[in-house]
Nanobody, 120 residues
Framework: QVQVVESGGGLVQAGGSLRLSCAAS????????MAWYRQAPGKQRDLVAE???????NYADSVKGRFTISRDSNKNTVYLQMNSLKPEDTAVYSC??????????????WGQGTQVTVSS
């Protein structure tokens, strides 16, 4: 059984920093793309940042220069370092991992989400 679990959310003042972690565990063949999404109240879920198994990264324009995504493939863990946080970064942040249960194909697994609140 595959599990994806996030940690590291919380309350921070504007200008502060938080680091989110997301770990995939269980029995599987490999982990490909890992990504962070966020959803603010009343809004759709948007991609924040993504990283491939080869280390290629992509960021939403709104977080470029402030957020950094990284991964430890040995631990099947992805991190999101968030600096210079703004009130508009307030949202539930969810991790998505494309995991292969066997040598063929991938399925996307989601974590339960972690709340990030930035006060002004």
């Amino acid at each position: 059984q595959v599990q994806v679990v996030e940690s590291g959310g919380g309350l921070v003042q504007a200008g502060g920093s938080l680091r989110l972690s997301c770990a995939a565990s269980g029995s599987f063949f490999g982990v490909n793309r890992m990504a962070w999404y966020r959803q603010a109240p009343g809004k759709q879920r948007d991609l924040v940042a993504e990283i491939t198994s080869g280390g290629i990264v992509n960021y939403a324009d709104s977080v470029k220069g402030r957020f950094t995504i990284s991964r430890d493939s040995n631990k099947n863990t992805v991190y999101l370092q968030m600096n210079s946080l703004k009130p508009e970064d307030t949202a539930v942040y969810s991790c998505a991992a494309d995991i292969s249960p066997s040598s063929i194909g991938f399925s996307r697994y989601w974590g339960q989400g972690t709340q990030v609140t930035v006060s002004s």
